[in-house]
């Protein structure tokens, strides 16, 4: 899908704010659940990032079409992604909460990843796991299988509207990850969040020193006009 380029200027403000900030802002316009819950890294996750999606869709195998010899076929789209995916994209793939099989491995990790991609993500499980844990891209999933995918699963869209972790994904959609898991910031919204998200962190940074020395949270957790003024106060007296 052919779609504007997302301003430079919001994806790097996206990279400063916790997946748990982005819930709060998107949850203020109304998205109740952005929050791929139950999908976690599959090791430490030093930095946080933010990148468009790239989807993948799988339905369930079947015995006569995947077979080993399938994955040398032209038409193996599982294999398509990995060489069709660019610069700045997250893999994601809806593997309908089905852990029976891996949903990918290192081998196509790794080619995304050294395509640009700059995380994998799926709501199924993936093998190789000590292996993934190393790399430089962080993959998120539901559990570890040796399973081929094959056994489960056959790959049945690329760049279709999706289902992971029961949140809808869409082509270019943003997807921001940090060490906590990942959440869908809808494209069209990505600008209009970015500002206030960091905005929002760095007032509840403040705060929480606030917190941290025994102050109650009543009466300036969630951010109040008192403690704005009082973050504003605290800010130019810096």
């Known amino acids: 899908m052919n779609q504007p380029p997302l301003a430079a200027e919001t994806l790097a403000k996206l990279t400063r704010v916790s997946t748990a900030t982005l819930a709060t802002q998107l949850f ?3 998205l109740r659940q952005q ?3 139950g999908v976690p890294p599959l090791g430490d996750v030093e930095a946080r990032w933010a990148g468009e999606a790239f ?3 799988f339905i369930p195998s079947r015995e006569d079409l995947d077979t080993l010899e399938s994955l040398h076929t032209e038409d193996n789209l599982q294999w398509q992604a990995v060489e069709q995916i660019g610069p700045g994209q997250v893999l994601v793939v809806d593997s309908r909460n089905d852990i029976s099989a891996a949903s990918a491995g290192d081998m196509l990790v790794t080619r995304a990843w050294k395509r640009g991609a700059v995380a994998f993500v799926t709501d199924g499980a993936v093998r190789d796991g000590s292996v993934l844990r190393e790399l430089d891209i962080p993959t998120y999933a539901r559990a570890i299988t040796a399973t081929t995918r094959l ?8 760049q279709v509207p999706i289902g992971c972790s029961d949140v809808a994904v869409y082509p270019g959609d943003i997807m ?4 906590d898991g990942v959440i869908v910031v809808p494209r069209g919204l990505a600008d209009e969040i970015a500002g206030p998200a960091v905005e929002q962190e760095e007032i509840e940074d403040y705060l929480h020193t606030r917190v941290h020395t025994g102050e109650s949270l009543l009466g300036i957790y969630p951010a109040t ?12 007296s810096r």
């Open 28 to 30: 203020r316009r109304g």
């Open 35 to 37: 929050f791929l819950v």
């Open 55 to 57: 989807t993948m869709r």
């Open 151 to 158: 056994t489960s699963f056959h790959v049945a869209d690329l």
């Open 176 to 179: 921001v990850g940090d060490a």
């Open 225 to 236: 006009d008192q403690s704005r003024r009082d973050y504003d106060d605290w800010k130019a």
